[in-house]
């Protein structure tokens, strides 16, 4: 059983930057991919990053590329995703999922534990 907590997020105004960091307990956080997801008021989940079991791949949603970096540090079983030129579009509770063993799909359906998430407001 893997538990992951969401920290981070919060008030930022256009722009602006935010890390958000994902911190798993229970198990090594392997091999397991690690996902980002958001869900703005009244829209569906949708997939913003992804990160191998590896680390060695990455994989960004259209909207969020070249802003959003995701990155893991294994020693501390922590993936962060790092958030700049945030944009108000960008409003959303953020969520890090874990594949197990898998390859960071971008379908919601594939991560087996989901945080309970974070909140991202971008405003002025």
């Known amino acids: 059983q893997v538990t992951l907590v969401e920290s981070g997020g919060g008030l930022v105004q256009p722009g602006g930057s935010l890390r958000l960091s994902c911190t798993a307990s229970?198990?090594?956080?392997?091999?397991?991919?690690v996902g980002w997801f958001r869900q703005a008021p009244g829209k569906e989940r949708e997939f913003v990053a992804a990160?191998?079991?590896?680390?060695?791949?990455?994989r960004y949603a259209d909207s969020v590329k070249g802003r959003f970096a995701i990155f893991r540090d294994t020693a501390k079983n922590t993936t962060s995703l790092q958030m700049n030129s945030l944009k108000p579009e960008d409003t959303a509770v953020y969520y890090c999922?874990?594949?197990?063993?898998?390859?960071?799909?971008?379908?919601?359906?594939?991560?087996?534990?989901w945080g309970k998430g974070t909140l991202v407001t971008v405003s002025s």
């Open positions: 229970g198990r090594a956080f392997g091999p397991y991919a």
């Open positions: 990160l191998t079991w590896s680390g060695a791949n990455t």
């Open positions: 999922a874990a594949e197990n063993g898998g390859w960071g799909s971008p379908s919601q359906f594939a991560y087996d534990y």
